[in-house]
């Protein structure tokens, strides 16, 4: 499909599909997906692609992405930690959204620690920590302790006050700002 593109891609939306390893190798190795500003992958089981073909794809696309949004991808902890190191070569990147993947809080400051020295990036929204949720299964959750989310949130806050970051906008899927 992109070999019939007469220029380069600039949005890539590709929601609740079943990705393969190969397409996401397809997409990395195609000069028509380098110039890519905005990736959303929402809903795609990319568990198996990290670590490979998506650290691959992010690092092709590093000096245009803007807005990346791996939203409910089955992403662990040690899956996105894999992804940091191409993150933070996306110097450009504005946006970030990882929410509704089961990350704890430890994941989630190692995550903004990370990403701190991204000038650009504005705007995060991260996913409820594993610790103030009980899951029904491995990617559905129930009760919400949202005075400790609350807690957590305030945490992340003044970490990111602490590291001169605090005008970032910081959410997460329950919108508690």
Known sequence: ??????????????NG?????????YLSQSVRATHLKEVVLCGNN????????????????SGTLQHLNLRS??????????????????FRLHALVFCDNVISTSGIVNV??????LKELKRVQYPVPA????????????????VELARVHA?????LQALQRA????TNSTSVA
């Open 73 to 90: 991808c089955r992403l662990k902890e040690a899956q996105l930690r894999a992804l940091l190191p191409a993150l933070r070569c996306c």
């Open 112 to 117: 903004l620690q990370h990403l701190v020295g």
């Open 131 to 146: 610790e103030c949720v009980v899951y029904l299964d491995a990617y559905r959750w129930g009760n919400l302790n949202r």
């Open 46 to 61: 990319l568990s198996q692609m990290v670590p490979g073909p998506l650290e691959v794809l992010l690092g092709e696309v």
């Open 155 to 159: 945490k992340l806050r003044e970490m």
């Open 1 to 14: 499909m992109l070999s019939g593109l007469q220029k380069p891609l600039e949005t890539l939306v590709i």
């Open 167 to 170: 005008h970032m906008e910081l």
């Open 17 to 25: 599909c079943r990705l393969t390893e190969n397409d996401i190798s």
